[in-house]
């Protein structure tokens, strides 16, 4: 058994937590100290039972809280050689347990098997990464402008997806932020929109499939009800099959088996 929940996700900050057995991962933290731990406690956790903490990329949505939260709490970090020189850049890293990965590499961190894939993005060396126990496997899968055989290949068979609906088209092009950052979030080294991601899915083995979420979606740009739709559509299902994580709350524990 495997089971999983977001602190919260969007643009404002994004953590994941990712648990089997005594081994329990967090992916990002976007969020201060005390706003972390607030959000995991909400989940029925402390900080101190954390194993270890997985960065996907510097951009501060996904890393501002990373390194004070690890030293404070005495975890390892798991995170690229560019993405550690990019973080380096701009803010200090106060802890000395950091683990360099490879984006194209398999890691076992205690009781899960962990996947790094490299994807595009407008980052220095950008990852995602599968979870897995031996038998079952959850993709996260945000922060990129498009999919790639590579990304297809990883994410299929999964039992859990957590895929980003970052934007919908119309509304991005017809809302108030200024052309040249539309052009970026619609670029190939942005973020998915609601039907990139929704054709993304369907070219995807989900004969296995649990649970999928839609994550990382603009509060300007998107809303809950059209992702779920784009997803739906994508999967032949009801759109209340398809959840969603949102910036307040993120979701609570989503259970595979």
Partial sequence: MMRFASLGSGSAGNALVVEAKQTRLLIDCGF????????????????A???????????????????????????????????????????????????IIDSHSKSEINDIVVEAYPVPHDAREPVQFTFGDG????????????????????????QALVLECNHDMDLLMKGSYPWPLKQRINSRYGHLSNVAAASLLANLDNSKLQ????????????????ARKALSVALNTTENWVGVADQKTGFTWRQIV
């Fill in 211 to 226: 649970h999928i979420i839609a994550a990382h979606l603009s509060e300007k740009n998107n809303t809950s009800q059209l």
């Fill in 32 to 47: 201060s100290l005390r706003e972390a731990t607030r959000r995991l406690a909400r989940l029925g956790l402390e900080p």
């Fill in 135 to 158: 038998n079952l496997k959850l993709g996260v899968l945000t922060d990129t402008g498009m999919t790639t055989p590579l990304i297809e290949s990883v994410l299929s068979c999964c």
């Fill in 49 to 99: 039972q954390l194993t270890a903490v997985l960065v996907t990329h510097e951009h501060s949505d996904h890393v501002s809280g990373v390194f004070k939260f690890a030293a404070r709490h005495h975890l390892k970090i798991y995170i690229t050689h560019g993405t550690l020189e990019a973080v380096q850049r701009v803010q200090s890293t106060p802890t000395p347990d950091i683990n």
